[in-house]
């Protein structure tokens, strides 16, 4: 039932059989239809979500009402509005399933939860942190750096599945480019 995320945690903490099946019981699965909405900006992030299949979006809305597109969690990728689940103040993202989606999740009570008693999901929580940090910090760069063109040839090298699974819309919404940028830059390569 859990054989994606038993080797998702596996690879990243040493464990013991019984630890696991502690951490398993807390995650629960989701079926999501596509353009279902887990959160909704305002709201307080309570879960965490790992993706089993499907793709998941985090986003905002900005003032004119276009959408920005954060994040993509696609297949044994986690997910979650980062900012609202650790200070539990209402999050300025949404999170909506792109396709059907089958995922897992864990409240927020579950997981600090397991902070106390298990203490390998520390370093796994850390793991995860870094990881985020790392991500947000190179997109960050990419916005503030790079033109239209080469932050879509870095996605395009970094991470194709997003070009390949995804509306030319979501492409360019998380390039923070137009779709008619987009358009010409798919048709310069």
């Known amino acids: 039932m859990h054989e994606l995320l038993t080797t998702y945690i ?45 793709c998941l979006r985090i986003f905002f809305i900005n003032e004119e009402g276009q959408d920005s597109t954060r994040y993509f969690a696609f297949e044994n990728q ?3 509005a980062l900012t609202s689940f650790i200070t539990s103040e209402p999050s300025d ?60 040839r870095q996605l395009l090298d970094e991470n194709p599945i997003i070009v390949r699974r995804l509306s030319n819309k979501m492409v360019a919404s998380y390039l923070n480019i137009s779709q008619e940028t987009l358009s010409r830059l798919k048709s310069r390569l």
């Open 93 to 152: 993202e949404c999170i909506q399933a792109v396709e059907d989606s089958e995922v897992y999740y864990i409240t927020h009570k579950n997981f600090y939860h397991l902070l106390n008693i298990i203490p390998q999901w520390e370093k796994f929580y850390r793991i995860y942190l870094e990881t985020a940090y790392v991500n947000n910090t190179k997109r960050l760069m990419s916005f503030l750096v790079q033109d239209a063109l080469e932050k879509y």
């Open 78 to 80: 986690f997910a979650t």
């Open 10 to 54: 596996n690879k990243r903490i040493s464990i013991t059989d019984e630890e696991l099946k502690t951490i398993l019981s807390y995650f629960k699965p989701i079926q999501l239809k596509k353009n279902e909405m887990l959160l909704n900006s305002g709201q307080n992030s309570q879960r965490t979500f790992f993706v089993v299949s499907g």
